[in-house]
């Protein structure tokens, strides 16, 4: 069973804010929303963008590269790939030479709890 690991400072993310961080060998998307923490696999399962770049509305972040968006409760999906122009087209080239995820596919979601001051994952 792994054990939780520190991943950051409670006074390290307001609220509606995200970060990224590095812990053992894997990038983490952390969030606080009112009040709680999340943690989520840091990049987009799509294409590989770092979701901390995108945007959060509630628990609903928003990969940057092409819009698909996933819930930080759970890890669903809520939209996948969207997008237009240069970048659409790049996607849907690389998805046709099979360099970027096809179909959809929820976002790796990692246990919090609250340590004192310290925000802990459970990074399996």
């Given at each position: 069973m792994a054990d939780f690991?520190?991943?950051?400072?409670?006074?390290?993310?307001?609220?509606?804010?995200?970060?990224?961080?590095?812990i053992e060998g894997k990038d983490i998307t952390l969030a606080l929303v009112e009040g709680k923490?999340?943690?989520?696999?840091?990049r987009?399962?799509?294409?590989?963008?770092?979701?901390?770049?995108?945007?959060l509305k509630g628990t609903i972040v928003t990969?940057?590269?092409?819009?698909?968006?996933?819930?930080?409760?759970d890890g669903k999906v809520v939209r996948w790939v969207t997008g237009?122009?240069?970048?659409?087209?790049?996607?849907k080239?690389?998805?046709?030479?099979?360099?970027a995820q096809k179909h959809e596919k929820p976002?790796?979601?990692?246990?919090?709890?609250?340590d004192g001051e310290r925000v802990m994952a459970k990074i399996v």
């Open positions: 690991t520190e991943v950051c400072k409670k006074n390290e993310l307001t609220n509606g804010t995200m970060k990224r961080v590095y923490y999340y943690a989520a696999v840091g987009c399962p799509h294409m590989h963008a770092f979701l901390s770049r995108g945007t990969c940057p590269m092409h819009g698909s968006q996933f819930d930080l409760k237009s122009g240069i970048k659409s087209l790049i996607g080239l690389m998805s046709m030479l099979g360099m976002l790796a979601i990692y246990e919090v709890r609250i």
